[in-house]
């Protein structure tokens, strides 16, 4: 029986609690998986790869990340960390991990001493939010750690230690505070500065030749980007990533990456043109920056 499964059943059978209502404590994430790179070659493999500097992963820290396109557009992104003296592990939305493996079987072709695995199975993903750092896990930020769970008597010592939280509310923070994470509708539609991964530390320009770095570097130093990540509130009903957005005129002016909240409104992240209006439309929802 996977972890996943075993966990699933053990909520079941665990007796409600009270989450925090200062939104603080511990949510699992079913929508985030792990993927491992093995082999004595793993990191060497990833450096022509990865927009980070995989000479930077090491255990017991996250380090931003995002893999590109011929063309520079992000097929995904998320966080790497190490597992051993050789081996790697991504964090990425789970709905890409297939894509993942499909993106990158041609090149790990030449790299026999190179195995991607699907770590699904074995290995499931909490998150905390608002945790102290006494709590343990690995930090994405001040506010968010992550936790990867290969055993279940892990995750229910987590669990019980720390006020539960939806899953939801956690990536909702991620939405609310500007931090993106592709999912497989939007997969290699933007440029990482698109998304402001450059900002937030996924990109290093240091490091030698990756998969689209001639593309994200010329945009990077000749400023052609004319699109960026903009964070707004919707009003209606939650849109969808890969959404369309357009102005009062129906002139499209930008994606949806990721929304959330409840009910009639809630956060969202879009890529928009940088001479966007404040106010925008998806079907009958209404979205417009926060104010």
Same mark, same amino acid.
């Given at each position: 029986?996977?972890?996943?499964?075993?966990?699933?059943?053990?909520?079941?059978?665990?007796? @409600?609690?009270?989450?925090?209502?200062?939104?603080?404590?511990?949510?699992?994430?079913?929508?985030? *998986?792990?993927?491992?790179? *093995?082999?004595?070659?793993?990191?060497?493999?990833?450096?022509?790869?990865? @927009?980070?500097?995989?000479?930077?992963?090491?255990?017991?820290?996250?380090?931003?990340? *995002?893999?590109?396109?011929?063309?520079?557009?992000?097929?995904? /992104?998320?966080?790497?960390?190490?597992?051993?003296?050789?081996?790697?592990?991504?964090?990425?939305?789970?709905? =890409?991990?297939?894509?993942?493996?499909?993106?990158?079987?041609?090149?790990?072709?030449?790299?026999?001493?190179?195995?991607?695995?699907?770590?699904?199975?074995?290995?499931?993903? =909490?998150?905390?939010?608002?945790?102290?750092? @006494? +709590? !343990?896990?690995?930090?994405?930020? *001040?506010?968010?750690?992550?936790? =990867?769970?290969?055993?279940?008597?892990?995750?229910?010592?987590?669990?019980?230690?720390?006020?539960? %939280?939806?899953?939801?509310?956690?990536?909702?923070?991620?939405?609310?505070? !500007?931090?993106?994470?592709?999912?497989?509708?939007?997969?290699?539609?933007?440029?990482?500065?698109?998304? /402001?991964?450059?900002?937030?530390?996924?990109?290093?320009?240091?490091?030698?030749?990756?998969?689209?770095? $001639?593309?994200?570097?010329?945009?990077?130093?000749?400023?052609?980007?004319?699109?960026? %990540?903009?964070?707004?509130?919707? $009003?209606?009903? +939650?849109?969808?990533?890969? +959404?369309?957005?357009?102005?009062?005129?129906?002139?499209?002016?930008?994606?949806?990456?990721?929304?959330?909240?409840?009910?009639?409104?809630?956060? +969202?992240?879009?890529? %928009?043109?940088?001479?966007?209006?404040?106010?925008?439309?998806? !079907?009958?929802?209404?979205?417009?920056?926060?104010?």
């Amino acid at each position: 029986m996977t972890i996943q499964r075993q966990w699933q059943q053990w909520l079941q059978a665990e007796p @409600t609690r009270p989450s925090d209502s200062a939104g603080a404590g511990v949510a699992w994430l079913p929508e985030l *998986a792990v993927v491992r790179f *093995a082999g004595k070659h793993a990191r060497t493999f990833l450096q022509g790869y990865l @927009t980070c500097d995989t000479d930077e992963i090491a255990e017991g820290r996250l380090l931003p990340t *995002a893999l590109c396109n011929l063309q520079g557009r992000v097929v995904m /992104n998320g966080w790497c960390t190490a597992e051993g003296d050789e081996n790697v592990l991504l964090v990425l939305h789970a709905s =890409l991990v297939d894509g993942l493996a499909r993106f990158l079987q041609r090149y790990l072709m030449f790299s026999r001493k190179t195995v991607l695995e699907d770590r699904r199975d074995a290995m499931m993903v =909490l998150g905390g939010l608002d945790l102290p750092e @006494t +709590a !343990g896990g690995l930090a994405i930020d *001040a506010r968010r750690r992550l936790f =990867l769970i290969r055993e279940l008597t892990d995750a229910q010592r987590l669990w019980q230690a720390h006020p539960p %939280l939806d899953g939801a509310d956690w990536l909702d923070s991620l939405t609310a505070d !500007g931090v993106p994470l592709v999912s497989a509708p939007v997969s290699e539609a933007f440029l990482p500065q698109m998304l /402001n991964l450059h900002v937030l530390g996924a990109v290093d320009f240091e490091k030698g030749c990756y998969l689209g770095q $001639e593309v994200v570097a010329r945009a990077q130093h000749r400023g052609q980007v004319k699109r960026h %990540l903009a964070r707004l509130v919707w $009003e209606g009903e +939650a849109p969808s990533p890969g +959404a369309q957005l357009t102005d009062g005129e129906g002139k499209a002016q930008g994606v949806v990456l990721q929304s959330g909240g409840r009910g009639e409104s809630g956060p +969202a992240l879009a890529v %928009l043109r940088d001479e966007a209006p404040e106010l925008l439309r998806q !079907g009958d929802t209404l979205l417009r920056r926060p104010g």
